[in-house]
């Protein structure tokens, strides 16, 4: 699986964003997609989550309501809208994807950067 993150950039406070993440090489629509972020100094944490028909998702509480994941299968691509941005989601986002057999690939991460 290749995963190739598009998106980021440099945005003001109470801007928004959208990171896109493109896999080939499976069956997008098996994977179970993540979108993770480490921020420097700190852990690697998950952002969001969403299952492999779309129908599941999950976020973590310091983006609950500001950001969205979904998916577009036929297109092999997840995103991850992301509104109201605040400096403190400043990071290195990355998409993460799980296959049935539950072997892990990772993109390569692609910088958000939250500042006036």
């Known amino acids: 699986v290749q995963l190739v993150e598009s998106g980021g950039g440099l945005v003001q406070p109470g801007g928004s964003l959208r990171l896109s993440c493109a896999a080939s090489?499976?069956?997008?629509?098996?994977?179970?997609m993540r979108w993770y972020r480490q921020a420097p100094g700190k852990e690697r944490e998950l952002v969001a989550a969403?299952?492999?028909?779309?129908?599941?998702?999950n976020y973590a509480d310091s983006v609950k309501g500001r950001f969205a994941i979904s998916r577009d299968n036929a297109k092999n691509t997840v995103y991850l809208q992301m509104n109201s941005l605040k400096v403190d989601d400043t990071a290195v986002y990355y998409c993460?994807?799980?296959?049935?057999?539950?072997?892990?690939?990772w993109g390569q991460g692609t910088q958000v950067t939250v500042s006036s």
């Open positions: 993460f994807a799980r296959t049935v057999t539950n072997y892990d690939y």
């Open positions: 969403i299952s492999s028909a779309g129908g599941n998702t």
């Open positions: 090489g499976f069956t997008f629509s098996s994977l179970r």
